[in-house]
């Protein structure tokens, strides 16, 4: 599936409502060349993800909008064609956020080498990539979640909080958790290792609904929401328990920033800790993850499932259909084989 | 100034406003006997201070109010005259929170061992006692303070604030504090090791306030009041900025649980670490904390002042005194010898 050219998905106009074909443009351009320090990618495998779907709204947020015109961004799985930058040569697979594109240039350290091995490739924009890591280093160095904890984590079917439910149980805990939909919350105890899990949108009260999802209370709390679900989780905390501040999804597009939660007496009356953290501070902790997760991935301990479409020009009818529901597990595009 | 029958002072009405003298009623009992596992202490000296007056009122708040009719509750610092309790002998010193009164009965677990030595013994209800082991325990257990860091204390003037300006010192931070007067802030800096203060009651923007006092921005928060100026002191917190969670007095007479502070986003972003934190469960820290700050204490490197009144029966016009500002330092009252 190499080019001669380099092939672009570009945001032609932003959405009202939901994304249709007509949103993007594929154009064409030559194949770019790298100046010292960069490197010239070829890009294998891509991920569409519905944080992209905000990004399309001309909105201020954690990441600044897509740009009408200009190439649309993913992570993706690469190889290096031509490297100008000391840390890389040609053949090396890295990862990173580029474009969605055949071909890419980008300074060195923005991408990270990965090593192809047992695990599928495509398996580090998700798993093995930063949902798996934030995932790990959220709940097991963070939060320090250990044997017979009760966890509970918000958003528990998305792309970190449904490895936060596996990882939880290899390390002995008992875990619950909040999703969307009444599919997402069966998708949390058949395939995401949860004990039991509710849907925030139809809870009559999220504070009773973590208390039934979580008996014995909250040892640990795996946050990714904020707003309404945090304070309720708060509520439920047990002495000495630890938060692990992940993301504020139900802030992300609030114009002011939002007041706390209510009961911030809890924190000293319980002796909580919350702790806010970004998973690219850690680099060990992360590299320690990727080879335990590929030991728990053979063993069958850790599952994953992706649905792969496949060639550039696919990519805005993946994305769309991901958006649907259409996808099982991430959806993934794949541009072209490796060398 | 031991006595042969035990003078107790009792809640005799709720104050309307300043306390006044009437509000108490001074009665005698017979001396009590201890029954299987109490002592018999009599008490020597006893602290009087301003959260009593929030205890007087018939309102929820972190702690029960106190009874119409009861025997006033205060910290004490007493000996032993008799004892069921295996853990105490006659004439041992102790510390814990008992009567306005000469003598009481107490489950000997509820009291701690003192010991006389260069401090005099009233220093146990103070610097040596809970506000000191709070202030030494937070700043640099709980937020981990070390050389460098720039701390910010608010309630910076009271019985925990005052030790925490002068332990940051002594650990080289440099140290910045809200007070509730012009006059508080002066003591900041002259008496208790503060570089920077303000009053927040006349501050136009709490968060230009700590701007201006923490230049630099902030690594240490010693919170002790909550609302309007943690949120203040949040927005000024540098990367992995640590937060000991010691009070939150702005919200103890609120009948309903306040909102949090705006921007827990930037718990994430910044990667902060909150921590609530109650002092009696760090007892090996406290015991540290004694044994360093009698060292401080004799070097001049920490210091204290105080006001004694004489005589249980002068309790209540101390308290009175003390609220209105007639003390300087700590008020405590003398309620007999050591034997």
Redesign the interface.
């Known amino acids: 599936m190499s080019q001669a050219v380099n092939k672009q998905i570009r945001l032609a106009s932003r959405p009202t409502g939901w994304v249709a074909a007509n949103n993007f443009s594929v154009t064409e351009e030559a194949i770019p060349k790298p100046a010292d320090g960069q490197v010239l990618v070829r890009n294998i495998f891509m991920s569409v993800d519905p944080y992209m779907r905000g990004r399309m709204n001309d909105v201020k947020s954690?990441i600044p909008p897509f740009q009408v015109g200009a190439v649309l961004q993913a992570g993706v799985v690469s190889q290096v064609v031509e490297s100008k930058y000391d840390g890389l040569k040609e053949g090396d697979l890295v990862t990173g956020m580029l474009g969605w594109e055949n071909y890419s240039v980008t300074d060195g350290r923005l991408v990270r080498q990965v090593r192809s091995g047992p695990a599928p490739l495509s398996y580090h924009l998700g798993i093995l990539g930063m949902p798996g890591m934030t995932a790990y280093v959220g709940l097991t160095k963070i939060a320090e979640a250990k044997k017979g904890d009760n966890v509970f984590v918000t958003a528990a079917s998305g792309a970190v909080g449904s490895v936060v439910g596996q990882l939880a149980r290899i390390h002995g805990c008992r875990v619950a958790g909040s999703a969307g939909s009444d599919e997402k919350v069966s998708l949390l105890k058949s395939d995401f290792g949860y004990n039991a899990g509710f849907n925030y949108k139809t809870s009559k009260s999220l504070t009773e609904s973590v208390q039934e999802a979580c008996p014995k209370g909250v040892d640990v709390l795996f946050e990714n929401v904020?707003g309404d679900i945090?304070e309720a989780a708060l509520w439920n905390m047990r002495d000495y328990g630890r938060v692990a501040?992940?993301?504020?999804i139900s802030?992300y597009n609030m114009e002011?920033?939002?007041?706390?939660?209510?009961?911030?007496?809890?924190?000293?009356?319980?002796?909580?800790?919350?702790?806010?953290?970004?998973v690219s501070?850690h680099p060990k902790w992360c590299d320690e993850y990727v080879r335990k997760a590929i030991g728990w991935l053979k063993e069958g301990r850790l599952t994953y499932r992706e649905t792969i479409a496949e060639g550039i020009e696919n990519a805005p009818q993946a994305f769309i259909d991901m958006l649907k529901g259409k996808n099982t597990g991430k959806q993934i595009v794949q541009l072209a084989d490796i060398d």
Chains 1, 2 share one sequence.
Not at 245 to 248: K, W
Request: hydrophobic share 40%; net charge positive; glycine share 18%.
């Open positions: 954690y904020g945090f501040l992940c993301g504020m802030n002011d920033p939002q007041p706390g939660p209510r009961g911030m007496m809890l924190i000293i009356g319980r002796r909580l800790t919350i702790r806010g953290f970004i501070d």
